[in-house]
C-alpha cells in the first residue's frame, strides 16, 4: 500500500539554527499539505499545495518558514531561524483532490528546539 | 468560518464496554465532517467521513458515527472497544468552497483492560 514518506523521523536543534523537513506524498496526490500539531492539540495547517502551486499558507509564520514543491512531486518545508516554541510534531499530508478528499498522513517529524 | 470542539479530552473506557466521543461543529453553511484516528508515534488515519446522504456513517474497525443537523453534532461511536483502540480521536470539518480541514483539539481514548 503506497505511503507518504517523511524524514527526518525527530530532530533536535538548537534554536537560532535552521532546519528542514522532506516530503514525499503518494505518486499521483496532486494537494499536499503541512501541518503542525502541538503536543495536545490537533494538526494546524501550515501549506497548501496543488500541483506545484501555493494554495494556502496563511498560517505559515513566513519570516521564518518556508514551504517549496518545485516539480509538485515531494515537499521541503524549512525553518531558519528554529525557536523554542517551534518544537511540535510536523506532518505532512496528501490527497488526490483538496478538502473532501481523504488526506493520507505521513508518520511526521518530531521536533525538538533546545 | 467554521470550527469543531470536541467536549472530552480524554475517554477512559473497559475493554468490550461501548464508547461515544462527542464533537460539535460550528458553520453557517454546508459541513463535510470527518473523524481521523492517530496511534502513538504515528500519522493520522481516517476512520469515516460524512460527505452527504445517509447521516448514519460507517467506517474501519467497527467505528461509525451520526450526523446531526439540528443538533450540529458528528458523534462518533463503537458498540464494544478492544485494547487497540487506545489512541487519540480528530474530529475535522470543511465547507463547500473551502481548500482544507480544520481539526478539533482532539480525543484520548484508553482502553483499560
Known amino acids: 500500500e503506497a505511503e507518504v514518506a517523511q524524514s527526518p523521523r525527530y530532530k533536535i536543534t538548537e534554536k537560532s539554527q535552521a532546519v528542514a523537513f522532506w516530503c514525499d506524498p503518494i505518486s499521483g496526490h496532486a494537494t499536499l499539505y503541512w501541518y503542525r500539531q502541538i503536543l495536545g492539540q490537533g494538526p494546524e495547517l501550515l501549506v497548501q499545495?496543488?500541483?506545484?502551486?501555493?494554495?494556502?499558507d496563511s498560517q505559515l509564520p513566513k519570516d521564518r518558514f518556508s514551504a517549496e514543491r518545485l516539480k509538485g512531486v515531494d515537499s521541503t518545508l524549512k525553518i531558519q531561524p528554529a525557536e523554542l516554541g517551534d518544537s511540535a510534531m510536523y506532518l505532512c499530508a496528501s490527497s488526490l483532490l483538496p478538502a473532501t478528499d481523504t488526506q493520507y498522513f505521513g508518520p511526521g517529524t518530531r521536533l525538538t528546539v533546545l | 468560518a467554521q470550527s469543531v470542539t470536541q467536549l472530552d479530552s480524554q475517554v477512559p473506557v473497559f475493554e468490550e464496554a461501548p464508547v461515544e466521543l462527542r464533537c460539535n461543529y460550528s458553520s453557517s453553511v454546508s459541513v463535510y465532517l470527518f473523524w481521523y484516528v492517530q496511534y502513538p508515534n504515528q500519522g493520522l488515519q481516517l476512520l469515516l467521513k460524512?460527505?452527504?446522504?445517509?447521516?448514519l456513517v460507517k467506517g474501519i474497525n467497527g467505528f461509525e458515527a451520526e450526523f446531526n443537523k439540528s443538533q450540529t453534532s458528528f458523534h462518533l461511536r463503537k458498540p464494544s472497544v478492544h485494547i487497540s483502540d487506545t489512541a487519540e480521536y480528530f474530529c475535522?470539518?470543511?465547507?463547500?468552497?473551502?481548500?482544507?480541514?480544520?481539526f478539533g483539539t482532539g480525543t484520548r481514548l484508553t482502553v483499560i483492560p
Open positions: 499545495f496543488q500541483d506545484e502551486s501555493v494554495v494556502d
Open positions: 460524512y460527505l452527504s446522504g445517509s447521516t
Open positions: 475535522a470539518v470543511t465547507r463547500t468552497g473551502a481548500n482544507n480541514l480544520f
